[in-house]
């Protein structure tokens, strides 16, 4: 006999410990496959709100699939995260006063491999509490060998087709971690600043044109002056030559279109070394890159500047320049200051020799594909996002100067810089230049992103798995619909000659009660494993779900939780009445008024819900159903049951029944604990979706 209130801590670990063998895509019956992409977390990583919503909604929406006789195809797995793991180990080596340095390469990615064996699980025993379905014997990792021989393959791949490249020039860089980063894995923070406002005189007349930055550190770099062709104020200037101050370098006037006549004076220093901007306009023109600003974001090459930090040497350029009368004024403004994603460094533009994925025939096949609708992204307005990305793309830098990570499959020869092979094995012939073969392997290891874009078909190890491409669905965040959902297009279509999946649900980012964005680092963080603590991980379900709309971002509210909780104990109880007074009711052939009513609204409920979750609704179909529960069935019919009632007791069987099949994929915890209460042997997982009654 069920006790007097539900006690969700008690029953969760049991239930779920009675459902892993049956996840397992072996033990479902045969019928139509259902295929669902996991987003891997980070192996640094552990559960978040985020994760949280993501797994919840798409579980709904596969148990309700496995109801209907779908074979249900979900492998979870994890992702290395090159930079976020490099940066934990590095952290836990400075609290022995070591860096990765004084390890050495190989010891230090055996320290890693260690931390991964500890702690690297962790967020996918966490995934469990939230009663996701994966098969979990298949759980991945984006280090394991074949997954790895993919992501070489892919390079080489490319680089057969011309479309990779190896190349000097300015990239994004985060002196913290030591690498690259590409333009999606640079964070904007609104900052006040200056824009100084500086002379440079001309060589030939009299005159000076004045430049506006808010970087004078990197003017030790400056090679030309531009202004816009159709700027009649600088016309007159072009072809001059003006003298940079402090450094008396030459630099020549030259015209082009990528300069804002609007901005600051119109005049614009071009640094090709340390802006990405300026060295497209310095290719354009074939002007020299002189790096002042090293890998440490400190001065080089420049003498009285050289060992400085980029904010000291703009700190003493502005004294000179303010002794010197080249500093005209100082204006204070609001501009954004880019950091890196993952240690929130501020970062640098540097030149480096990178490995360059070329994007534009890319970028037309992953635009081809949504605009034919061969990929769907639900909701649409999110399709704008996607397609600004795609238009305004640049080159793919996918190389990086970490430790951890996969290897790029090139070699290079010891005593010629410049001469490399591209493959997964030692080249066995001789350098094009020295004439001997004198090869090393490569350090640098590939972006993750770059492996991440693979997950669709890299996860696939057997033979039979490889038919279980595409996907039908992935859910994702709309923050990484251009790190992720758009390089996992164009890959499955170059690679897999078709759309690595149909459907692109983009759901709601869980903000604060105030509409703050949810930070651990800042303390507005919410642990999704405490409300399970507190409330049990079905209210959890169910607290997300029902705020979870297309309209807007969801202002998470524990409220929520609690009426999860509520009604939680509200369907126990129901349940609990219905074990207690069942047998008590007399066998009738007919149909009461009461039992009449409740049918036709359990059945326009079935047809609700049913449709709603097909539509990936999922919040209507819950408060839909909890209507029809609490109110419907619970306050009216339960309440007519109860002393002498011309009520037919099969209907009220059938209503319990059918309701805990239909409120499973919600709350699956505790409808399979009750399912069993009421005397099933086989699992409720395992039932079939209910008919209309």
Same mark, same amino acid.
């Given at each position: 006999m069920l006790g007097s209130r539900y006690n969700p801590q008690e029953i969760e670990e049991k239930i779920y410990k009675k459902w892993l063998p049956y996840l397992k895509v072996e033990k479902q019956?045969?019928?139509?496959?259902?295929?669902?992409?996991?987003?891997?977390?980070?192996?640094?990583?552990?559960?978040? %709100?985020?994760?949280?919503?993501?797994?919840?909604?798409?579980?709904?929406?596969?148990?309700?699939?496995?109801?209907?006789?779908?074979?249900?195809?979900?492998?979870?797995?994890?992702?290395?995260?090159?930079?976020?793991?490099?940066? =934990?180990?590095?952290? /836990?080596?400075?609290?022995?006063?070591?860096?990765?340095?004084?390890?050495?390469? &190989?010891?230090?990615?055996?320290?890693?491999?260690?931390?991964?064996?500890?702690?690297?699980?962790?967020i996918l025993q966490q995934f469990k509490k939230l009663g996701i379905s994966p098969d979990w014997t298949r759980t991945r990792f984006t280090m394991d060998k074949k997954y790895v021989d993919w992501v070489e393959k892919a390079f080489i791949e490319y680089y057969k087709k011309g479309w990779i490249y190896r190349d000097y020039r300015a990239i994004n860089y985060c002196p913290r971690c030591q690498t690259s980063l590409s333009d999606l894995e640079i964070e904007y923070e609104t900052k006040e600043g200056s824009l100084y406002y500086i002379k440079y005189p001309l060589k030939d007349l009299d005159e000076f044109l004045t430049v506006a930055t808010t970087r004078p550190e990197t003017m030790l770099g400056d090679v030309a002056l531009a202004v816009n062709p159709s700027d009649e104020r600088y016309q007159k200037y072009w072809g001059h030559i003006a003298i940079l101050p402090i450094i008396n370098r030459e630099l020549l006037v030259i015209t082009d279109q990528r300069v804002d006549p609007k901005f600051g004076t119109g005049v614009v220093k071009v640094t090709p070394a340390h802006s990405i901007i300026d060295y497209e306009i310095g290719k354009r023109h074939g002007l020299?890159? @002189?790096?002042?600003?090293? /890998?440490?974001?400190?001065?080089?090459?420049?003498?009285?500047?050289?060992?400085?930090?980029?904010?000291s040497a703009r700190e003493k350029i502005l004294k000179i320049l303010k002794e010197k009368g080249y500093l005209v004024k100082?204006?204070?403004?609001?501009?954004? @200051?880019?950091?890196?994603?993952?240690?929130?460094?501020?970062?640098? =533009?540097?030149?480096?020799?990178?490995w360059f994925l070329k994007m534009d025939i890319l970028a037309k096949i992953a635009k081809d594909a949504v605009k034919s609708r061969e990929v769907y992204i639900f909701p649409q307005r999110f399709k704008k996002i996607y397609f600004d990305w795609l238009k305004n793309i640049r080159d793919w830098c996918i190389s990086r100067k970490i430790w951890w990570g996969q290897t790029l499959p090139v070699w290079?020869?010891?005593?010629?810089?410049?001469?490399? /092979?591209?493959?997964?094995?030692?080249?066995?012939?001789?350098?094009?230049?020295c004439k001997k073969s004198n090869w090393y392997r490569t350090e640098e290891v590939f972006d993750t992103w770059f492996s991440s874009a693979l997950w669709p078909f890299a996860i696939l190890y057997t033979q039979k798995e490889k038919e279980w491409y595409p996907a039908n669905v992935v859910f994702t965040a709309r923050d990484i619909i251009n790190l992720w959902i758009g390089r996992m297009i164009f890959s499955g279509i170059f690679f897999m000659k078709k759309p690595p999946f149909k459907l692109v649900y983009v759901h709601p980012t869980v903000l604060t009660k105030e509409g703050k964005r949810m930070s651990k680092s800042l303390g507005t963080g919410i642990d999704p494993l405490d409300l399970i603590e507190k409330y049990g991980a079905d209210a959890l379900r169910f607290g997300l779900t029902w705020q979870t709309t297309f309209l807007q971002d969801l202002k998470f509210d524990e409220v929520n939780v609690e009426n999860g909780m509520k009604f939680a104990n509200k369907v126990y109880n129901a349940v609990r009445f219905y074990l207690i007074r069942y047998p008590e009711m007399e066998k009738k052939n007919g149909f009461s008024a009461e039992d009449r009513k409740i049918i036709k609204a359990f059945n326009s409920t079935l047809k609700y819900v049913t449709k709603n979750i097909e539509n990936l609704r999922f919040s209507d179909a819950l408060k839909r159903f909890y209507k029809f529960f609490w109110n419907q069935f619970c306050d009216v019919y339960i309440e007519s049951c109860k002393g002498q009632t011309k009520n037919n007791r099969e209907v009220l069987r059938?209503?319990?029944?059918?309701?805990?099949?239909?409120?499973?994929?919600? %709350?699956?915890?505790?409808?399979?604990?009750?399912?069993? &209460?009421?005397?099933?042997?086989?699992?409720?997982?395992l039932q079939t979706w209910p008919q209309q009654i």
């Open positions: 019956k045969g019928g139509e496959k259902f295929i669902a992409l996991m987003a891997p977390p980070n192996v640094t990583g552990s559960l978040h %709100m985020g994760h949280s919503l993501q797994n919840i909604l798409l579980d709904i929406l596969l148990r309700y699939k496995r109801m209907r006789g779908f074979k249900i195809i979900w492998i979870p797995g994890l992702d290395h995260a090159g930079i976020a793991t490099q940066n =934990v180990v590095e952290k /836990e080596l400075k609290k022995e006063g070591l860096t990765r340095f004084d390890l050495g390469r &190989e010891k230090f990615l055996k320290r890693v491999w260690e931390w991964k064996e500890k702690y690297g699980g962790i020299e890159i @002189v790096k002042v600003i090293d /890998e440490n974001a400190k001065i080089v090459n420049i003498k009285g500047f050289e060992g400085l930090d980029y904010l100082e204006e204070k403004i609001l501009h954004n @200051v880019p950091y890196c994603y993952r240690c929130h460094t501020e970062l640098q =533009v540097i030149p480096s020799k990178e290079y020869c010891k005593n010629c810089e410049d001469s490399y /092979e591209v493959s997964r094995k030692k080249p066995n012939k001789k350098c094009k230049i059938m209503i319990i029944i059918n309701s805990l099949k239909m409120l499973h994929p919600f %709350m699956p915890f505790l409808t399979e604990y009750l399912w069993q &209460e009421i005397g099933n042997k086989d699992l409720l997982m």
